[in-house]
């Protein structure tokens, strides 16, 4: 007996069910895993960069890629197509979507200057004193990971932080998520805009909420053109590598500590408009070769 699209003929409650729950049941396993075995094994461990690294890589391999699996797998005949994974596409599209990546930064850097200066009103002040503590938390965390300076750190980085996640979070988020309100809505666009907010909001980091948004918005067009989710796994990965490189090369020996809004200055304006105009422009281009070039 095989348990290949035993869901497919289910009900769209019962698929949602399963869309949070098979993830949400990996990622308890997973951390009780990593507290069992080193326990019974007799492994000491501690709190040092290299084992949050392994720790976070192994939560988010099993949580967002076994997960995102195991649902397609679930509820799809064809559960590798279903995800995007066998599409074949132009090298240019791969080009082009890195060029865009890189125009909508200025974009991204502003939006991030601006929704890290958002004050509650006083009467919310408890709460915006929540929130900061669990941004700063994820920010320090993330800052903890990529503290320790060397080779083999930087690429352990890269494959915890920029690999795994871009993997992950795509096969979950766009293969999955968006590609079922798609399915269900018949709205490629209510699609991406839905499946990037819930992107943004899953984090739990309202001060970096708005950007984040955007990026899965470019994300998710990129997966509704290009037809192949390996697509917006090759521009989260850069946009993930550009910010762990950029840290490490240029930030981490004057202690810059708000990730979010590293290196960005006030004065963003022009360069977020020209910016937008030319990612507008790669966007256009991407459509247009998606459209009428073969792979």
Known sequence: MTFRGIFSNSKTGTK????????????????????????????????????????????????????????????????????????????????????????????????????????????????????????????????????EKGMGNLLLSLLIMAVVPAVGEELLFRGCVQKGIENKTGNA??????????????????????????????????????KSLWIPIWAHFLNNAVSILTYKLFYQEVGETNLSTMGASQDLLIPAIAGTMLYLAAMLFFVLIARYRKP
């Open 16 to 147: 949602v069910i399963l869309l949070l729950g098979i993830p949400f049941f990996f990622m308890l396993f997973s951390s009780v895993v990593l507290y069992v075995i080193p326990t019974i094994a007799g492994i000491q461990t501690d709190s040092s960069t290299s084992w949050l690294l392994v720790e976070q890589g192994v939560i988010s391999t099993i949580t967002f890629i076994v997960g995102a699996f195991c649902y397609a797998y679930l509820t799809q005949r064809a559960p590798l197509r279903y995800l995007g994974l066998v599409q074949e596409s132009s090298t240019w599209l791969y080009i082009i979507a890195a060029i865009a990546m890189f125009c909508l930064m200025p974009l991204v850097s502003a939006t991030a200057v601006w929704n890290d200066s958002i004050q509650l009103p006083a009467a919310l002040a408890e709460l915006e004193k929540l929130l900061r503590t669990m941004e700063d938390t994820a920010n320090d965390l993330t800052l903890q990971l990529m503290s």
């Open 189 to 226: 666009h209510i699609a991406v805009w839905s499946t990037a907010l819930l992107f943004s909001f899953i984090h739990f980091q309202f001060y970096g909420f708005i950007p984040r948004a955007l990026l899965g918005v470019a994300l998710g067009y990129f997966y509704t053109y290009g």
